[in-house]
């Protein structure tokens, strides 16, 4: 059972150029989510699923697009990379009803923006 | 403006000492409130949690306590082990159809040998 499986692990971009974070889960999961996570910052939101074609926005969503084709996949694209999205991106995922269910999380994605 | 603070930043603790996280709120509309662990390069794992109907919830070493009053809980772990040195966060759900998870900003617990 893999779980939530982010790739890549490590990234380096240069400013402007895009990339796309990829999350995947095996446990049919409604619900998935795309966290950052900064020194002295904990985790904030940055967008999420709750089935497949229904994203919605987390407290940081500018700079970063979501989409929800399949229950399995919810990859994470920064359209023009900024030195501010350095930081340390994961992937969760759930079942519908949060509250009570444990939340999964993938073992993270770090990214430098040069 | 961050809707779960916690405190303190960074601890230390002796080998067999209490570690004490504490975290206050203001949006009465979470309804759930777990706590992670997470050691250096891995993902956040769940450890414990909460609903505000309850007041305490222990498990093993680890003990919630909830002041539904006062908008706070915290996080005990007795008799802390050197395995027990990570980060810790505290956070809290909005209920109903967001589903959003928001985090405190995290601990750094030292338990030193």
């Known amino acids: 059972n893999a779980g939530v499986t982010q790739t890549p692990k490590f990234q380096v971009l240069k400013t402007g150029q895009s990339m796309t974070l990829q999350c995947a889960q095996d446990m049919n999961h409604e619900y998935m989510s795309w966290y950052r996570q900064d020194p002295g910052m904990g985790l904030r939101l940055i967008h999420y699923s709750v089935g497949a074609g229904i994203t919605d926005q987390g407290e940081v969503p500018n700079g970063y697009n979501v989409s929800r084709s399949t229950t399995e996949d919810f990859p994470l694209r920064l359209l023009s990379a900024a030195p501010s999205q350095t930081s340390v991106y994961f992937c969760a995922s759930s079942p519908l009803s949060v509250g009570g269910n444990t939340i999964y999380f993938g073992e993270g994605s770090w990214l430098t923006v040069v | 403006q961050q809707q779960v603070k916690q405190s303190p930043q960074s601890l230390i603790v002796q080998k067999g000492g209490i570690s004490i996280i504490n975290c206050a709120y203001e949006?009465?509309?979470?309804?759930?409130f777990p706590w992670y662990q997470q050691f250096p390069g891995k993902g956040p794992a769940l450890l414990i949690a909460i609903r505000p109907d309850v007041s305490e919830k222990k498990e093993g070493r680890f003990t919630i306590s909830f002041n539904k009053s006062a908008k706070q809980f915290s996080l005990h772990i007795m008799d802390s082990q050197p395995g027990d040195s990570a980060t810790y966060f505290c956070?809290?759900?909005?209920?109903?159809?967001?589903?959003?998870?928001?985090f405190g900003t995290g601990t750094l617990l030292a338990v030193q040998p």
């Open positions: 956070a809290a759900l909005e209920g109903g159809a967001t589903n959003k998870l928001i």
């Open positions: 949006n009465t509309a979470f309804d759930y």
